[in-house]
């Protein structure tokens, strides 16, 4: 069981590039997120999405676009890349949008751009 | 604003002593309250959870954690620690009183020496 799997694993990119980091998920769960991680402020809410066809913004949704066209796949897109956006990105799912369902998280992609 | 506080950002502790990871937010709406884990080179896990019921929640590996709502807070406990528990500790509120929202602490480093 893959679970979540994200990739690239890591990436180095200039300033101004775009670039979309995958999240593919095989447990069929309805809800998916994406997390950045940066020192000393935990993780914070990018963009998620209830459900196939939907999505919605989180806490720092600011530079970043998401799209759900079916139940396993997550993209985070970055259209124009800036160097604040250097960070390790999370993808997560959870069976469905309750707040008290678990959330399962990948192995994180480390974005560094220049 | 929303915000989870930790109140340790390292903590170094000796085999077989207990801890105690401090964990406060800041949100007036009703709360469900996790601990996630990433050991070194992992993905995040899920310790425990709280959302309702006892405020005392049992979890994986020994850990524990209270709710106490009149605090505000959500610390972790284990009596006893192992070298294994090196790792980071996230403490996390989801809620979706005035919107969906998930806000993690900024983490806890624990090392624990053999």
């Known amino acids: 069981i893959a679970g979540i799997t994200q990739a690239p694993t890591s990436q180095i990119l200039a300033a101004g590039r775009r670039m979309t980091l995958r999240c593919t998920q095989d447990m069929r769960h309805n809800a998916m997120y994406w997390y950045r991680q940066d020192l000393g402020l935990g993780l914070r809410l990018i963009h998620y999405s209830n459900t196939a066809g939907t999505t919605g913004k989180g806490e720092v949704p600011d530079g970043y676009s998401v799209s759900r066209a079916n139940t396993d796949d997550f993209p985070l897109t970055l259209a124009s890349a800036v160097p604040s956006q250097t960070s390790v990105y999370f993808c997560a799912s959870s069976d469905s949008h309750g707040a008290g369902d678990t959330q399962y998280f990948g192995p994180g992609t480390r974005l560094t751009v220049l | 604003a929303q915000s989870v506080s930790q109140h340790n950002h390292h903590v170094i502790l000796s085999e077989a002593a207990s801890l105690e990871l401090g964990c406060n937010y800041s949100y007036g709406g009703t709360v469900n309250l996790f601990w996630y884990v990433q050991y070194p080179g992992q993905h995040l896990q899920l310790l425990l959870k709280?959302?309702?019921?006892?405020?005392l929640v049992k979890g994986i590996k020994g850990f524990e954690a209270e709710f106490i709502k009149s605090k505000f807070s959500f610390n972790l406990r284990k009596p006893s620690v192992q070298w294994s528990d090196t790792a980071e500790y996230f403490c996390a509120v989801i809620s979706y009183t005035g919107g969906f929202k998930t806000i993690f602490g900024a983490g806890t480093r624990l090392f624990v020496k053999a």
């Open positions: 709280y959302f309702s019921g006892d405020p």
